[in-house]
């Protein structure tokens, strides 16, 4: 399938497409990952992989990824785990050219991979948390898009690349107590305003999605800085009055990396039960 930006005439349920998607060892990363193989995409699953040192609560596991890849390999799609550091832009190219070695180039690449860190106004949070929530969640989007870019513009005319992100309410709403994680998410949506002007006609498109309150470990991390005894604390908040699942923004975030989202770039997608009325 080398330089293919479609597949249409496959045969064997796949489509051709190919993405890199990190944050994939859990929550909405890794039920992105579910819902591109499932469609029969080949998708490169990147996640740390391991704990932060700065951060009190765990991240997604190595054995976590491996589950999720095992469970993608048994639908059309073609899956590969891939441990690296969103921080570290050597480490998202690396990633980047072995999907490209891989299946022969690129058509989505998809931020996911986001911490939370809080719990006390910004002048007192711990530096080393506040770093953590800006790097990962603003810089992690950033290297990903240097790295993904140019490969997605590698594929030949008439190309179908998406760039997407994942933001969140906390992009519009001003949360106490998560300052950081505003302001990171916010940047996020600007950098998809301008990487959507920036690629112009391209046919590349960048766009992202902001999710409100999803039943993921984040989220549980969430409330424990709020003090509240559990996530479903958050459901009342939410117009839908209930928490998401992952695989509701999933399957936003995989039309939107197919090539039936042309019509749309820099756009900044609230897929959140109503929580930004
Ligand atoms: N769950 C929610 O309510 C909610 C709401 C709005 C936005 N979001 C955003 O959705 C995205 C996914 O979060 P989630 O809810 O699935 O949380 P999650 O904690 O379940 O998953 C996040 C994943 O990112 C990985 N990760 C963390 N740091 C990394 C790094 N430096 N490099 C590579 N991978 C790293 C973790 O190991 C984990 O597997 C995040 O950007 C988050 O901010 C979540």
């Known amino acids: 399938m080398t330089g293919r930006a479609g597949g249409a005439g496959r045969t064997d349920g796949r489509t051709g497409r190919v993405a890199v998607v990190t944050g994939a060892a ?6 992105t990952v579910l819902a591109l193989a499932e469609q029969g995409w080949a998708v490169l699953a990147v996640d740390l992989a ?14 976590e990824l491996d ?27 690396a990633a980047v050219a072995e999907a490209e070695r891989r299946w022969g180039g690129l058509d989505a690449a998809i931020a996911a991979a986001g911490v939370i860190a809080g719990g006390a106004p910004l002048w007192q949070m711990p530096p080393e948390q506040e770093r953590a929530v800006l790097d990962v969640d603003l810089g992690g989007v950033v290297n990903l898009a240097r790295a993904a870019i140019p490969a997605l513009l590698r594929r030949p005319r008439p190309r179908s690349g998406r760039f997407l992100a994942v933001a969140s309410a906390a992009a519009t709403r001003g949360l106490p107590m998560l300052a950081a994680y505003c ?5 996020v949506a600007g950098l998809i305003r301008a990487l959507g002007a920036e690629l112009g006609g391209t046919g590349v498109t960048a766009n992202a999605v902001s999710p409100g309150s999803t039943d993921t470990p984040i989220l549980a991390e969430s409330a424990r800085l709020y003090g509240l005894p559990a996530a479903d604390s958050f459901a009342a908040q939410q117009p839908v009055h209930r928490l998401l699942d992952p695989g509701e923004i999933a ?9 039936g989202s042309s019509a749309m770039t820099g756009s900044v997608v ?8």
């Open 183 to 187: 302001a990171a998410k916010a940047g």
């Open 270 to 277: 609230p897929v959140d039960g109503g929580l930004a009325l």
């Open 50 to 63: 391991r704990d932060d040192p700065a951060l009190p609560y765990p991240m997604g596991s190595r054995a």
């Open 67 to 93: 589950a999720v890849v095992d469970a993608a390999n048994r639908t059309a799609g073609e899956v590969s785990a891939y441990v690296a550091d969103v921080r570290d832009p050597a480490e998202l190219a």
């Open 26 to 31: 859990r929550g909405i990363g890794a039920a």
């Open 251 to 259: 399957a936003v975030l995989a039309f939107l990396a197919g090539p």
